[in-house]
C-alpha cells in the first residue's frame, strides 16, 4: 500500500527528530516525538508560539492514558471510552516521562487521542505520544487541509502525511479534569452537552483571570480580514452598505437571509443548513474571504447548542479587537 510507506517515511523523519504535519479530524497538526525536547522546541520556533504556550500530546489509543498522565481518575476512563478516538482533550497531572517544554512548564498535561486512520497508524507504528499543535503560525487560522499547511507552514514541516480534509473542521474540546469540578477550557467538536451527559453536572466555562491556554486569547484564529459580528437580520444589509462605501467586504450570509448578488468587491459564502457542516467549512470559508482580498467579514453568531458554541468561540474570537 502507498500508505505504508508514507507511515514509514513520517516514522523516520519522527525518530530523526523533525517535524510531520498530520491530518486529524479536527485540524492538521504539527507533530513531533513528545519526548524529545530539542524536536518540540523545533515546533515552538516554527509557529512563532511563545514557550508559555503548552501543546496537545496524542497517543494511539486509549489504554495509553495510564503511561502518559501520573494520575487518571475515574471519570477519565469513563470520557475516553465514550468519545476516544474523537475530539477530546482531557487535562492531566503531568508524568515525569512529558518534559516540561511540552507543557509549557505546567505541572498538567493535555491528551487526545485523534480519530484519523492514518494518524493512528503513525501513532501505533512510532509507538509513543506526539506533541502536536495546530500546524499554523501563532494566531494564523487553522489549517483543514494538507495544502493549507504547506501554505502556512512550508518548509518548516519535513513532512506533510496528507489524510484528505478534515471531518469535523474545528479543534477539540478541552476539558480539565485536574481540578474539581471540571471546567470546560475550550469548546470544540464534542459537544458541550455530550460531556455534561456524562460527568451528570452542568460544565462551567472557565472564565477570564490568568491565560491558561492561547485557545483563550482573544486574539486567536485570526482571518487577515477584519470580522464584524451583527444580529442575523443586519447582516446582509451591513455588508451591501459597507460594499457601496467602496470596501471589500466577505458576507458569511446567514441561513435564510435573501440578498444580494455577488459582484465585485462582495463575496458570498453561505451558511451551511447543519452546525456540523458548518463547523467542517468553517477555516476554509476565512480562508476563502482572505484569498479574495477581502478587508471586512460580515457574520452573525449561530445559536450556541452543540458545534454552534465552538463556531460562535470561534467567531468571536476572530471578531476581538487586534492590537
Ligand atoms: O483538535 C485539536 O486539539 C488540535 C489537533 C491538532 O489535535 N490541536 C490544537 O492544538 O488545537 P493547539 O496548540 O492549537 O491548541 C492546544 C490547546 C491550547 O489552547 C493550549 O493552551 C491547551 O491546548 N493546552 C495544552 N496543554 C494544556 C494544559 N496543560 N493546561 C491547559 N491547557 C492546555
Ligand atoms: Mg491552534
Same mark, same amino acid.
Given at each position: 500500500?502507498?500508505?505504508?510507506?508514507?507511515?514509514?517515511?513520517?516514522?523516520?523523519?519522527?525518530?530523526?527528530?523533525?517535524?510531520?504535519?498530520? %491530518?486529524?479530524?479536527?485540524?492538521?497538526?504539527?507533530?513531533?516525538?513528545?519526548?524529545?525536547?530539542?524536536?518540540?522546541?523545533?515546533?515552538?520556533?516554527?509557529?512563532?508560539?511563545?514557550?508559555?504556550?503548552?501543546?496537545?500530546?496524542?497517543?494511539?489509543?486509549?489504554?495509553?492514558?495510564?503511561?502518559?498522565?501520573?494520575?487518571?481518575? %475515574?471519570?477519565?476512563?469513563?470520557?475516553?471510552?465514550?468519545?476516544?478516538?474523537?475530539?477530546?482533550?482531557?487535562?492531566? @497531572?503531568?508524568?515525569?516521562?512529558? %518534559?516540561?517544554?511540552?507543557?509549557?512548564?505546567?505541572?498538567?498535561?493535555?491528551?487526545?487521542?485523534?480519530?484519523?486512520?492514518?494518524?493512528?497508524?503513525?501513532?501505533?507504528?512510532?509507538?509513543?505520544?506526539?506533541?502536536?499543535?495546530?500546524?499554523?503560525?501563532?494566531?494564523?487560522?487553522?489549517?483543514?487541509?494538507?495544502?493549507?499547511?504547506?501554505?502556512?507552514?512550508?518548509?518548516?514541516?519535513?513532512?506533510?502525511?496528507?489524510?484528505?480534509?478534515?471531518?469535523?473542521?474545528?479543534?477539540?474540546?478541552?476539558?480539565?479534569?485536574?481540578?474539581?469540578?471540571?471546567?470546560?477550557?475550550?469548546?470544540?467538536?464534542? @459537544?458541550?452537552?455530550?460531556?455534561?451527559?456524562?460527568?451528570?453536572?452542568?460544565?462551567?466555562?472557565?472564565?477570564?483571570?490568568?491565560?491558561?491556554? %492561547?485557545?483563550?486569547?482573544?486574539?486567536?484564529?485570526?482571518?487577515?480580514?477584519?470580522?464584524?459580528?451583527?444580529?442575523?437580520?443586519?447582516?446582509?444589509?451591513?455588508?451591501?452598505?459597507?460594499?457601496?462605501?467602496?470596501?471589500?467586504? +466577505?458576507?458569511?450570509?446567514?441561513?435564510?437571509?435573501?440578498?444580494?448578488?455577488?459582484?465585485?468587491?462582495?463575496?458570498?459564502?453561505?451558511?451551511?443548513?447543519?452546525?456540523?457542516?458548518?463547523?467542517? +467549512?468553517?477555516?476554509?470559508?476565512?480562508?476563502?474571504?482572505?484569498?479574495?482580498?477581502?478587508?471586512?467579514?460580515?457574520?452573525?453568531?449561530?445559536?450556541?447548542?452543540?458545534?454552534?458554541?465552538?463556531?460562535?468561540?470561534?467567531?468571536?474570537?476572530?471578531?476581538?479587537?487586534?492590537?
Amino acid at each position: 500500500m502507498q500508505s505504508d510507506d508514507e507511515i514509514a517515511r513520517a516514522v523516520a523523519v519522527l525518530r530523526a527528530g523533525g517535524l510531520v504535519a498530520i %491530518p486529524t479530524e479536527t485540524v492538521y497538526g504539527l507533530a513531533a516525538d513528545a519526548t524529545n525536547e530539542a524536536a518540540v522546541a523545533r515546533i515552538f520556533a516554527a509557529k512563532g508560539r511563545p514557550p508559555t504556550h503548552p501543546l496537545i500530546v496524542h497517543l494511539g489509543a486509549a489504554d495509553w492514558l495510564e503511561h502518559w498522565a501520573a494520575h487518571v481518575p %475515574p471519570i477519565a476512563h469513563r470520557l475516553a471510552a465514550r468519545f476516544w478516538p474523537g475530539p477530546l482533550t482531557l487535562i492531566l @497531572p503531568r508524568p515525569a516521562r512529558v %518534559p516540561p517544554i511540552v507543557t509549557g512548564g505546567q505541572p498538567t498535561v493535555a491528551l487526545r487521542v485523534p480519530d484519523h486512520p492514518l494518524t493512528l497508524r503513525l501513532l501505533r507504528s512510532f509507538g509513543s505520544a506526539l506533541a502536536a499543535p495546530s500546524a499554523n503560525r501563532f494566531g494564523a487560522v487553522s489549517p483543514t487541509t494538507a495544502a493549507d499547511v504547506r501554505e502556512t507552514l512550508g518548509e518548516a514541516v519535513d513532512y506533510v502525511l496528507d489524510g484528505g480534509a478534515c471531518t469535523v473542521g474545528l479543534e477539540s474540546t478541552i476539558l480539565d479534569l485536574s481540578r474539581d469540578p471540571p471546567r470546560l477550557l475550550r469548546p470544540g467538536g464534542v @459537544p458541550r452537552e455530550a460531556l455534561e451527559e456524562i460527568l451528570g453536572m452542568p460544565l462551567e466555562r472557565e472564565s477570564a483571570g490568568p491565560v491558561r491556554a %492561547p485557545g483563550q486569547h482573544p486574539l486567536h484564529y485570526a482571518p487577515r480580514a477584519r470580522l464584524l459580528l451583527l444580529p442575523t437580520t443586519q447582516v446582509v444589509d451591513e455588508a451591501v452598505r459597507l460594499h457601496a462605501e467602496g470596501r471589500h467586504v +466577505g458576507l458569511l450570509r446567514p441561513r435564510g437571509e435573501a440578498g444580494p448578488q455577488p459582484r465585485s468587491g462582495l463575496k458570498v459564502i453561505d451558511v451551511p443548513g447543519t452546525a456540523e457542516a458548518y463547523a467542517r +467549512g468553517f477555516y476554509g470559508f476565512l480562508r476563502e474571504f482572505d484569498r479574495a482580498g477581502c478587508e471586512v467579514i460580515v457574520a452573525a453568531l449561530p445559536e450556541e447548542k452543540g458545534l454552534g458554541l465552538a463556531i460562535a468561540d470561534r467567531l468571536r474570537r476572530a471578531a476581538a479587537p487586534r492590537t
